[in-house]
């Protein structure tokens, strides 16, 4: 095999950043490829050469195989790594890499395509010895038990997963996970198993070179999860002994030797409250959270990656180094179904100075979080000698990190680091956390952000006006120009003058505000633009609006009607104008940011309009339909509420 030169990276986001990242630590030249929507984006700055993909539809630009080959081989590089998600386990893109004669950074198409199907892998995990989920490819569930987990053979991402807990429910949740499997992943093959109850998801991180070696890299413990999709990943599990690590990395070499397996795989597995542990699927690529194997073993996996594809022999395996723990912070809402948001990112500040603790991002300050891509904004890593230090460590990094614009999961990842079952090591794929913090506590904050933005607004003016030379040391409890000017932070309005006399100002200095919290000082960071103001702090992060001096009035029309609970895509529309509805009845299928979410009448009523098209894009509030109650007393009814 010949040294590459130079390195495709057929992604973007973190993991194109990530990537290019370790092509210049190793001296290869890195090649960004771009849709239409990402012409501005952080990985193509990164990269020293970078190629349009153009494409109608931003999301299918990398996902076109012919447009990367052809890519690679006008810009010359010798190689291509795909990173995770779009082709990364894509067989023939692999193969049409290998036709081209460019290295795929990755396993060998052969073996992408026997793990492609859950069904395939499964079978061959039982021949290699694995043990695996009850189950069946042939949709029975009787001979399993309830409840039992339907999947996509051909799934990722815990995209149409259903949980069936009674016989009546199957045949409905077996249609409906078809359809989504079918729309999702172009293939409907299901698979019925057994669903393992209160299983924590632990995987191996394994690795395969071209001389017949392969070599895992101990466990990861993914059980934090929602929707099925991991957003807390630590190394080593606390639930995993010794004697467990063993059999379990046994398991996972066994099958990885069985498919003559390269380059970097997880084998993943559950392990249910007994201690035994079942196979349900391995991925042929790098992993998300690849970085808190890299922590504790203290290797780059890019670079062991990108070596094993030049020929170089896999290394001996490095002691476990410490504990390490990641969360991925989302632009989506915990408290509306973690359906994801968008937006402008209007704050961007990661923490700075915590030794131990890594950023992986491929976002900055005012990037559009748009409808077309994941919604993932950064990976945070902590690392420390135990578990207890890294999880402080974590949770301190995440209440300094600064983000405003779209909502994010940022405060929900604090509190499962806070959590009690997660504290003690004891969480599962079903626990479920609810919010520290209370409702007054958050009021009071939303108080001390509202007076802050006042005087910061105040000062700011007066700079501008040149009033004032410098900031006055002197601070008065009311200190604002107009003292009845109003605020609001999301539904709730405050006048500045709330808080009385809890929150004194010692300063103003560009952008910060240092003011005294009953009795303690805090700094607060602050920027501005036009009438919103973001504040945060360690303790809270506020998007302040200053409300006009003359309110709007609003409609008060009798209109009931469906409207988007998120940006998307309008995929199918249930009814037509004229039919009656009653609470529960689906009117319109949305999708976004590969969730499928179906809005449902809640009153009854008749259809009058339908507002959108199948295809058409959609903005949070839209509206979709138009419902015209048949109730005589209807006072409550909305038209429509998601259901998750
Ligand atoms: P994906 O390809 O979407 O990652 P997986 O098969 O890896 O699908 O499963 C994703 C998650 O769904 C797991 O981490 C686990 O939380 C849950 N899950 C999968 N299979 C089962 C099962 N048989 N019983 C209980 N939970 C399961
Ligand atoms: P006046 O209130 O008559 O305009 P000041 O010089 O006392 O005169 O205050 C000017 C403005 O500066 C105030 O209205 C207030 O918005 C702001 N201000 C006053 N004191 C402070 C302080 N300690 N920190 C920040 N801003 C202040
Ligand atoms: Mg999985």
């Not at 095999?1 to 990537?19: C, D, F, K, Q, Y």
């Not at 601070?475 to 004194?504: L, M, Q």
Request: proline share 6%.
């Amino acid at each position: 095999m010949t040294p590459l030169r130079s390195v495709l990276i057929a992604n973007r986001g973190e993991i194109a950043v990530r990537i290019i990242k370790t092509c210049r630590a190793m001296g290869l030249e890195s090649v960004a490829v771009y849709s239409d929507a990402d012409r501005d984006a952080l990985h193509v700055r990164l990269a020293d050469r970078a190629v349009p993909i153009g494409g109608s539809a931003p999301r299918e630009s990398y996902l076109n195989i012919p447009a990367i080959v052809e890519a690679a081989r006008r810009s010359q590089a010798s190689a291509i790594h795909p990173g995770y998600g779009f082709l990364a386990e894509n067989a023939d893109f692999a193969a049409a890499c290998e036709q081209a004669g460019i290295t795929f950074i990755g396993p060998q198409a052969k073996a992408i395509r026997a793990m492609g199907s859950k069904a395939g892998s499964r079978k061959l995990a039982q021949e290699a010895g694995v043990p695996v989920v009850p189950g069946s490819a042939d949709e029975d569930f009787a001979t399993l038990g309830l409840p039992v987990l339907i999947k996509a053979s051909a799934g990722g991402g815990g995209r149409g997963m259903r949980v069936v807990r009674s016989a009546g429910e199957f045949p409905a949740a077996l249609a409906a996970a078809r359809g989504e499997a079918e729309r999702a992943f172009g293939d409907g093959s299901l698979l019925v198993e057994k669903y393992v109850e209160h299983a924590r998801h632990v995987e191996i991180q394994i690795f395969g070179d071209h001389h017949g070696n392969v070599m895992h890299l101990y466990e990861r413990d993914c059980s934090i999860q929602r929707r099925h999709q991991k957003i807390i990943e630590e190394s080593p599990s606390p639930a995993v002994t010794p004697e467990i690590r063993e059999r379990m990395a046994a398991a996972a070499l066994a099958l990885a030797k069985k498919i003559g397996y390269t380059s970097a795989g997880t084998v993943e597995f559950l392990l249910a409250p007994s201690g035994e542990f079942y196979f349900i699927e391995v991925n042929t690529r790098i992993q998300v959270e690849h970085p808190v194997t890299e922590m504790i073993t203290g290797l780059d996996l890019i670079r062991l990656q990108i070596e094993v594809a030049q020929g170089a022999r896999l290394p001996s395996l490095p002691p476990m180094r410490g504990h390490a723990i990641e969360a991925r912070l989302y632009a989506e809402d915990p408290a509306n179904n973690f359906l994801p948001s968008t937006g402008n990112l209007q704050v961007w500040q990661p923490p700075q100075g915590i030794a131990g603790l890594r950023v992986d991002s491929g976002v900055e300050k005012e990037t559009e979080v748009s409808v077309h891509y994941d919604p993932l904004l950064a990976k945070v890593i902590a690392h420390g000698p135990d578990r207890e230090s890294v999880i402080r460590k974590l949770s301190y990094a995440l209440s300094n990190f600064y983000v405003l614009g779209p909502t994010t999961n940022r405060e929900f990842l604090i509190d499962v680091l806070e959590h009690e079952e997660f504290r003690t090591g004891k969480a599962h794929t079903e626990t479920r956390v609810t919010s520290r913090s209370s409702p007054q506590a958050q009021q009071a904050e939303d108080e001390v952000a509202v007076t802050v933005a006042a005087v910061y607004g105040a000062h700011r003016e007066h700079a501008q006006r040149r009033i004032l030379p410098s900031v006055p040391v002197r601070y008065r409890n009311n200190p604002y120009p107009h003292p009845a000017a109003k605020f609001r932070i999301g539904e709730r309005e405050y006048e500045a003058s709330d808080t009385g006399s809890r929150v004194r100002i010692a300063g103003v200095k560009e952008d910060h505000v240092d003011a005294l919290v009953e009795g303690i000082r805090r700094r607060f960071t602050v920027s501005q633009d036009g009438d919103e103001y973001y504040v945060c702090s360690n303790l809270a992060q506020r998007k302040v609006t200053r409300l006009s001096r003359y309110p709007r009035r609003h409609g008060g029309g009798q209109q009931e009607s469906a409207n988007s609970p998120m940006p998307g895509q309008v995929l199918r529309i249930m009814v037509t104008a004229g039919q009656k509805v009653k609470p529960g009845d689906a009117l319109v299928t949305l999708e976004a940011m590969k969730m499928e979410q179906t809005i449902k009448a809640n009153m009854e009523g008749v259809v009058r309009a339908i507002l959108v098209r199948p295809g058409e894009m959609v903005a949070p509030g839209q509206m979709l339909v138009e419902i015209e109650s048949t109730e005589e007393n209807n006072e409550h009814a909305r038209g429509a509420n998601p259901n998750g």
